[in-house]
């Protein structure tokens, strides 16, 4: 029976990774960061009672879609609802998207996605021909749609508790536009999803700089380890926030 409790309040974060992007960069680090993450949120090693981002948190288990994601805007739109449904047998919870953004120096996590403007080629030289799409009769997946979908995570929130677990000389920030490329692709296809089914959109996505060293790698996975903490910590504890005066 314990185990069986166990398992009801246990939550599943999937994380995601993108796999080489064009020639200048033969390894994405954020398939990198992702493929070798623990398969639950560690403990903290120390906790401070009186902190504001102490919250007693359930097990975390971390699931990562097996393969580096192919940057080509097809197979983003035809994985994204499946990451959704059970996955191995287990419901998930929470989305991290993972991807690179060039040589900038800090890590940040995007607000929204977009659903116009995709206008780069993938690694397939393959385009989004939204006019094709739009056409009367068509059966394009976003109509209805608005043009921006925002995470229903608490951004705020969130950066201020990942900061409070991370070096306090990282450069960490939320970022408002994520790129109209497939970073920003996959992230919408996972709202978009999510908007349509009426479900919380309990998702993020996570840039990181191209840098893939061994040493950028490993500060990746930490940073990627303290967002997925944040998260829950950030949803654990709205949750427990009284609503329509209940506690």
Same mark, same amino acid.
């Given at each position: 029976?314990?185990?069986?409790?166990?398992?009801?309040?246990?939550?599943?974060?999937?994380?995601?990774?993108?796999?080489?992007?064009?020639?200048?960069?033969?390894?994405?680090?954020?398939?990198?960061?992702? @493929?070798?993450?623990?398969?639950?949120?560690?403990?903290?090693?120390?906790?401070?009672?009186?902190?504001?981002?102490?919250?007693?948190?359930?097990?975390?288990?971390?699931?990562?879609?097996?393969?580096?994601?192919?940057?080509?805007?097809?197979?983003?739109?035809?994985?994204?609802?499946?990451?959704?449904?059970?996955?191995?047998?287990?419901?998930?919870?929470?989305?991290?998207?993972?991807?690179?953004?060039?040589?900038?120096?800090?890590?940040?996590?995007?607000?929204?996605?977009?659903?116009?403007?995709?206008?780069?080629?993938?690694?397939?030289?393959?385009?989004?021909?939204?006019?094709?799409?739009?056409?009367?009769?068509?059966?394009?997946?976003?109509?209805?749609?608005?043009?921006?979908?925002?995470?229903?995570?608490?951004?705020?929130?969130?950066?201020?508790?990942?900061?409070?677990?991370?070096?306090?000389?990282?450069?960490?920030?939320?970022?408002?536009?994520?790129?109209?490329?497939?970073?920003?692709?996959?992230?919408?296809?996972?709202?978009?999803?999510?908007?349509?089914?009426?479900?919380?959109?309990?998702?993020?996505?996570?840039?990181?700089?191209?840098?893939?060293?061994?040493?950028?790698?490993? @500060?990746?996975?930490?940073?990627?380890?303290?967002?997925?903490?944040?998260?829950?910590?950030?949803?654990?504890?709205? @949750? @427990?926030?009284?609503?329509?005066?209940?506690?």
């Amino acid at each position: 029976m314990g185990s069986q409790v166990e398992d009801q309040d246990e939550l599943t974060v999937l994380v995601t990774g993108f796999g080489p992007f064009r020639e200048q960069y033969p390894v994405n680090p954020s398939w990198e960061i992702a @493929k070798d993450l623990p398969s639950y949120l560690p403990p903290l090693r120390a906790k401070d009672p009186s902190s504001r981002h102490s919250v007693d948190l359930p097990p975390v288990r971390i699931l990562v879609y097996p393969e580096p994601i192919r940057v080509n805007y097809k197979v983003v739109r035809k994985l994204v609802p499946s990451l959704w449904e059970t996955y191995h047998g287990r419901k998930v919870d929470i989305v991290v998207h993972i991807g690179m953004a060039g040589p900038r120096p800090f890590y940040c996590i995007e607000r929204r996605g977009h659903r116009d403007g995709y206008k780069h080629t993938d690694v397939d030289g393959e385009k989004v021909d939204e006019e094709e799409e739009r056409k009367p009769g068509s059966d394009w997946v976003w109509r209805g749609l608005p043009e921006e979908i925002e995470t229903d995570l608490d951004p705020e929130d969130v950066l201020a508790r990942w900061q409070g677990h991370s070096s306090k000389d990282t450069d960490l920030r939320i970022s408002e536009d994520a790129g109209r490329y497939l970073c920003d692709f996959i992230y919408f296809s996972s709202l978009a999803h999510l908007w349509k089914q009426e479900r919380e959109r309990k998702v993020v996505f996570f840039h990181v700089p191209a840098d893939a060293s061994d040493s950028s790698i490993t @500060k990746g996975r930490e940073l990627a380890i303290n967002l997925i903490r944040s998260i829950v910590e950030s949803e654990v504890s709205r @949750k @427990k926030q009284p609503i329509g005066g209940e506690v």
